[in-house]
């Protein structure tokens, strides 16, 4: 009788090993803003870039982007965390240079005009954590509006003749912020 208790126990043991193993394997499901990027140039193929962000693409579903990016207070640019900035080279955001390295990119949303903000915050959820001291650069730029609406924020890049311009745009707002080289 001991034999068949160890067995049954063992087996017992190994069940719960395997199932515990399974449980770990569980993915989770696809959210509801999904990450994604962009940089220049956005030729997969040239690997040359001068800038790059991720950030999380929030989408409208019926509300106002007043209430998901309240005119007036600092905004993690996206949904979920904060979007990530990359520069690859110095450029300069009005009238500061910025070095090529990793920062945080945040804006003040407005109705005529939304403030860009540079901060040296990493890794880090939303706008709450966002501290004024941690600024490397700012700008305000006007916002236009676009001739069709989108239901997910966006950001796409766009040479210009003294850099690149980030465009932002959600619903009908439009917002371009000019990086110079």
């Known amino acids: 009788m001991k034999t068949k208790s160890i067995i ?46 991720i950030y999380g693409r929030p989408q409208l579903n019926g509300r106002s982007i007043e209430k998901l990016a309240p005119n007036g207070d600092v905004w ?21 240079k910025i070095k090529p390295g990793t920062y945080t990119f945040y804006v003040i949303p407005g109705e005529k005009e939304w403030t860009a903000i540079i901060s040296t915050d990493l890794n880090v959820w939303g706008s709450y954590f966002y501290k004024q001291e941690n600024d490397v650069a700012r700008i305000t730029v006007p916002v236009t509006e676009g001739k069709e ?8 890049f766009e040479e ?3 850099g690149v311009h980030m465009h ?9 912020v000019p990086f110079v080289k």
Do not use: C, H
């Not at 063992?10 to 994604?36: E, G, R, V, W, Y």
């Not at 640019?77 to 500061?96: C, F, K, P, R, S």
């Not at 932002?168 to 371009?176: N, S």
């Open 8 to 53: 049954t126990t063992t087996a017992t043991a190994f069940i719960m090993l395997i199932s515990l193993n399974m449980n770990a394997q569980d993915f989770a499901k696809m959210d509801k803003s999904p990450m994604d990027g962009a940089s220049f140039p956005s030729n997969y193929k040239e690997s040359n870039k001068l800038i790059k962000v």
């Open 76 to 96: 993690r640019t996206g949904a979920n965390e904060a979007v990530e900035l990359t520069l690859y080279t110095t450029m300069a955001l009005g009238d500061t």
């Open 149 to 156: 609406s989108l239901e997910a924020f966006s950001i796409a």
């Open 160 to 162: 210009s003749k003294d």
């Open 168 to 176: 932002m745009g959600w619903g009908t707002i439009r917002v371009a």
